[in-house]
């Protein structure tokens, strides 16, 4: 540890608190709230992810995306979490959340493809949705619904009470 002979050498080397860099906020919406597509259902939240997805990479690795939604399930945005392999992606809750508090979204429905066609949920798919769930209710923010989508179909754990 370096001894400082005065106090005035220790001020010197230090840096100042206002050259510290400034955090900022912001997110913007080019549509205004009434021409943003409303969410009702699961059918809603598919059909929406499908316009988003690579269907070329369906099949080919997994994916996972996240809609956010304000509380009247107005879409705010689709999120791009993750591309991994053909057996699983990497979902970091906290960047969720990040995303999730940065455009002040209150709902929120996640997807991911199966590049196996199997519309079953993995023990993997069932823990990261439960944690999500945990750590957006902390967040006052309403996870609605994860859906498995494939080339042809798709699950909604809402629909299936897996939510």
Not at 18 to 47: C, F, G, H, W
Not at 50 to 60: G, I, K, P, T, Y
Not at 66 to 78: I, K, Q, T, Y
Request: some cysteine.
């Amino acid at each position: 540890m370096k001894m400082y002979s005065n106090l005035q050498e220790l001020e010197n080397e230090q840096t100042h608190w206002s050259e510290l860099q400034e955090v900022q906020l912001s997110y913007r919406n080019k549509l205004k709230a009434s021409q943003r597509p409303k969410i009702n259902q699961s059918e809603d939240a598919l059909t929406l992810f499908r316009s988003v997805w690579n269907e070329n990479e369906m099949e080919l690795v997994e994916s996972f995306k996240m809609l956010l939604m304000n509380n009247a399930n107005r879409v705010l945005g689709v999120y791009h979490s993750s591309t991994g392999g053909s057996t699983g992606t990497i979902v970091d809750i906290r960047i969720l959340l990040t995303v999730a508090l940065k455009c002040n979204s209150c709902k929120l429905i996640v997807a991911h493809n199966h590049p196996s066609g199997n519309l079953t949920p993995s023990q993997a798919d069932l823990k990261i949705t439960e944690k999500l769930k945990e750590a957006t209710k902390l967040m006052d923010i309403t996870l609605l619904d994860h859906l498995i989508l494939t080339t042809d179909s798709y699950q909604s754990f809402a629909d299936e009470g897996l939510l």
